[in-house]
């Protein structure tokens, strides 16, 4: 059965800090592409940031760019985000995802989510 567990979120002020976590079982963790999506009401679900299995690329949407930071401990087979600089219009639902191009078929897990909110 595939998991993965989010944690770490909470209410912070603005220009505040907060580390995500996204602890993986269930699935050959290594294989796979990691990322973080949020989604604020009223909003679609966007990417914020992906890591690829080796943890050799990451990627960030312009928005979160040298405020954020996505990594990942293969060992653990847990990913992270640390998000520094929050601003109001960081508050969303934090998803962790996994992904995997499985020989033409692509394996695509979601966390629960934790709600993260920025306010004074």
């Known amino acids: 059965q595939v998991q993965l567990v989010e944690s770490g979120g909470g209410l912070v002020q603005p220009g505040g800090s907060l580390r995500l976590s996204c602890a993986a079982s269930?699935?050959?963790?290594?294989?796979?592409?990691m990322s973080w999506y949020r989604q604020a009401p009223g909003n679609e679900r966007e990417l914020v940031a992906d890591i690829t299995s080796a943890g050799g690329s990451t990627k960030y949407r312009d928005s979160v760019k040298g405020r954020f930071t996505i990594s990942r401990d293969n060992a653990k087979t847990t990913v992270y985000l640390q998000m520094n600089s929050l601003q109001p219009e960081d508050t969303a639902v934090y998803y962790c995802?996994?992904?995997?191009?499985?020989?033409?078929?692509?394996?695509?897990?979601w966390g629960q989510g934790t709600q993260v909110t920025v306010s004074s």
């Open positions: 995802g996994a992904e995997w191009n499985r020989f033409g078929t692509v394996l695509r897990y």
């Open positions: 269930g699935i050959t963790f290594s294989r796979y592409t």
